[in-house]
């Protein structure tokens, strides 16, 4: 390698805390759950691939939805309203506040078949928001399924693998 050249990197995966186990449905997409914020203040990472699993519980209706949207830091330590940064159930006050706060990620379209693993990503952050990461942010994750997300711990996994650049001497 030459003097100068610049690879990519990425450092190990981690899982991004979100207690996804019987998350409700929400008809409307405004009650869902929030995952505590990552904090890139120190490492400085230049991006965060998002990946994960969602499962279905006990007889969802056919064609409906979960979805993943992003939330950042809008000024120090102040999210948008409504979500705080920590692991925790949100009711968003209404769809068009959610949609000009919030970013939308993923939309998994759900089959009736119960308990079904929907597997996503790795999906960019820093391009949800323009190539740039932000410094301190996170999810939330709603669902119309028509009944809770399955109930087992080891069927909710979401993850973020942290991307870097190194430079040769």
Do not use: C
């Not at 706060?101 to 119960?114: D, E, M, P």
Request: hydrophobic fraction near 40%; glycine fraction near 8%; proline fraction near 3%.
């Amino acid at each position: 390698m030459a003097a100068g050249d610049v690879k990519t990197e990425y450092a190990a995966s981690s899982a991004l805390t979100i207690s996804l186990i019987n998350l409700a449905t929400s008809s409307t997409f405004l009650v869902g759950r929030e995952s505590t914020a990552w904090d890139n203040s120190t490492n400085k990472y230049l991006d965060l691939l998002l990946s994960g699993k969602i499962t279905t519980g006990t007889t969802p209706t056919v064609d409906k939805e979960i979805r993943i949207y992003a939330y950042a830091e809008i000024k120090d330590g102040a999210y948008p309203e409504d979500i705080t940064g920590t692991d925790a159930a949100v009711t968003i006050a209404s769809a068009a506040e959610r949609d000009a706060a919030l970013i939308l990620v993923k939309v998994i379209r759900v089959t009736a078949t119960s308990d079904v693993k929907y597997n996503f990503g790795p999906i960019s952050i820093a391009s949800l928001f323009g190539g740039e990461m932000p410094r301190k942010g996170g999810i939330f994750i709603t669902h119309d399924t028509a009944v809770n997300l399955n109930g087992t711990e080891a069927n909710q996994e979401i993850s973020i693998v942290p991307k870097y650049a190194t430079a040769a001497q």
